[in-house]
């Protein structure tokens, strides 16, 4: 899978299938994008497949492999592979998982894709230079939960504190760092 071609030479066939409109160019390109938002049953946090399609078409040619780290229920996999690009998708919930698997079974498409079960921080499954764009909606902490075990960095006080899982109530938020000690008036 994917990865940019090693001479940095698209192929004029592979140009002409990625092409956009003019009509995409011009709404793809303005500052703000009016987009609906979307629901679904199964996940507290989807994103609209109009996010990742206009991304993947601006930013990736057909052929190239998107990766999306946190693949929730596989929006940005579907697209990928509607727009002939393959995917890698990565989630920690087996659930997500189990119907990523299910869902992109069914789509007719000569690209690939990928469904890894695991967690994001660790992508030694994902070969080197075989990304050629990523994608993503990142996890809502508040919004989902992930599970109390001590991989779910949803929990730390700090990234770098992985004890802080165990020093924290479950679906408590981070605060941000407060200053140790306030300036005294005297010291402008």
Same mark, same amino acid.
């Given at each position: 899978?994917?990865g940019?071609?090693t001479?940095?030479?698209i192929p004029?066939?592979?140009k002409?299938?990625s092409r956009?409109?003019?009509?995409?160019?011009?709404?793809f390109t303005?500052t703000v994008?009016h987009?609906a938002?979307?629901t679904d049953?199964?996940?507290p946090?989807?994103?609209p497949?109009?996010?990742?399609?206009?991304?993947?078409k601006?930013f990736?040619?057909v052929?190239?492999?998107i990766?999306?780290?946190?693949a929730?229920v596989g929006?940005t996999?579907?697209?990928?592979l +509607?727009l002939?690009?393959?995917?890698?998708l990565?989630?920690?919930?087996d %659930?997500y998982v189990?119907?990523m698997? &299910?869902d *992109?079974?069914?789509?007719l498409?000569d690209a690939?894709?990928?469904v890894?079960n695991?967690?994001s921080?660790?992508?030694?499954?994902?070969?080197?230079d075989?990304?050629?764009?990523v994608?993503t909606?990142?996890p809502y902490?508040?919004?989902?939960d992930?599970?109390?075990g001590s991989? +779910?960095?949803?929990l730390?006080?700090?990234?770098d504190d992985p004890?802080g %899982?165990?020093?924290?109530?479950?679906? &408590?938020? *981070?605060?941000?760092?407060?200053?140790?000690q306030?300036?005294?008036?005297?010291?402008r």
């Open positions: 899978m994917g940019r071609m001479d940095n030479k004029n066939e592979i002409e299938a956009l409109t003019k009509e995409e160019w011009r709404e303005k994008w987009i938002n979307v049953k199964g996940h946090a989807v994103f497949e109009e996010i990742p399609n206009r991304l993947i601006m990736s040619f052929g190239e492999t990766l999306d780290p946190f929730g929006t996999g579907r697209v990928a +509607n002939n690009r393959n995917a890698v990565v989630d920690q919930s %659930a189990e119907r698997t &299910a *992109l079974a069914g789509v498409t690939t894709v990928k890894i695991g967690d921080r660790d992508l030694n499954a994902v070969s080197d075989s990304v050629d764009l994608v909606s990142p902490w508040d919004k989902a992930y599970g109390n991989d +779910n960095s949803g730390l006080l700090a990234v004890a %899982a165990s020093s924290r109530e479950p679906g &408590a938020r *981070l605060s941000p760092p407060q200053p140790s306030p300036a005294a008036s005297g010291d």
